[in-house]
């Protein structure tokens, strides 16, 4: 393989994220008492590798060491919708749902893709790279089984954010500013998304997602730090605790405010 590479502003930026995105999983992982936090920790460490290998991609000039770091994207790609599932069942209140079970089966999918990609005989099933001279930019050929990839991974991400925009449509007031965040959160890979389809601006040249992906999970780090996002996860509220005619506050272990039903508002 060759060890040529090539620099450019794109390859330095993905390999900048990549390094914030390690550090930001550290820092995760340290807050021992955050819920979700190994979700997180994943979900910025998938995205780390993802905006690595990208940056491999793009700066080797070898054909074999293209296809190799490309292949190997699929490390990041396989783990973030996972790990989203996983973040927004812990933050909707439904953490006991992440089994070892789930985990277990939304695994299956991704070891079967780097399976495939890892075998001669079916690597071309998933990717390769397009004959011919090795242009500037990576051009790569899709195999039936990159569409099977992309639609279990987009099914898992949009039942994610299904669950969270339910959950958003009701937010206590208390967590308003959590939930922008999150929403924000959600929103900026969605964008990368739809611009490299689209082909709008850098897009035409660049897959912006690794990027917006990176920067979702940066900011649910941000609300950690500065809401709490972690700490003060949503109470689960039913129509009894709504439609109780006493005031009733919910408070931490510091004395806060937390949650309040309808009652509890109007006084």
Partial sequence: MSLILRWSPMAALLLGMAVV???AAGWVLRRRTAAGRRALAVLLGAAGAWCLTYALELMTVGRASRDLWGSLEHLGTGLIPPAWLAFVLTYTGHGNQVTRRLLAVLAVEPVLMLTALAVPATHELVRSVAPGPVAAMPVVRLGPLSWVDFA???????????LLVVRLTRPSPVYRRQATTVALAAALPLL???ASAAGIGPARSYDPTPVTTSLGGLVLVWGAFRYRLLELLPVAR????DRLGDPILVLD???????????????
């Fill in 152 to 162: 279990w991974t987009k099914a898992i991400s949009l039942v994610a954010t299904g």
């Fill in 253 to 267: 272990a510091l004395g806060r405010v937390v949650d309040r039903n309808p009652a509890a508002h109007r006084l």
């Fill in 192 to 194: 990368g998304s739809v």
């Fill in 238 to 241: 039913n129509l009894a605790f």
């Fill in 21 to 23: 995105d390690a550090v």
